[in-house]
């Protein structure tokens, strides 16, 4: 089993400000979504908030897949 894999990936923020929010969405994991007061706290929410989507992404396909597998890079 290969550690660290995900580790310092770059994702996409998509954001704006309306009616004095700034709401934000990572465009390329669906439900990581966020809405702040400030700009600069969106971007530390959706941070947070991503790195537990992968956390819990990584848990369920680790429980899933048991005890005897291996993890392989995929590039696209």
Do not use: H
């Not at 954001?15 to 971007?43: F, H, M, Y």
């Amino acid at each position: 089993m290969r550690k660290g894999l995900g580790m310092g990936q770059n994702y996409t923020a998509v954001i704006k400000q309306d009616a004095g929010w700034w709401i934000g969405w990572i465009e390329e994991i669906p439900g990581v979504n966020c809405q702040e007061s400030t700009r600069e706290a969106l971007i530390e929410s959706l941070r947070v908030t991503l790195k537990e989507a992968l956390d819990l992404n990584r848990q369920e396909a680790r429980g899933a897949a048991g005890g005897n597998f291996e993890e392989a890079p995929i590039a696209v």
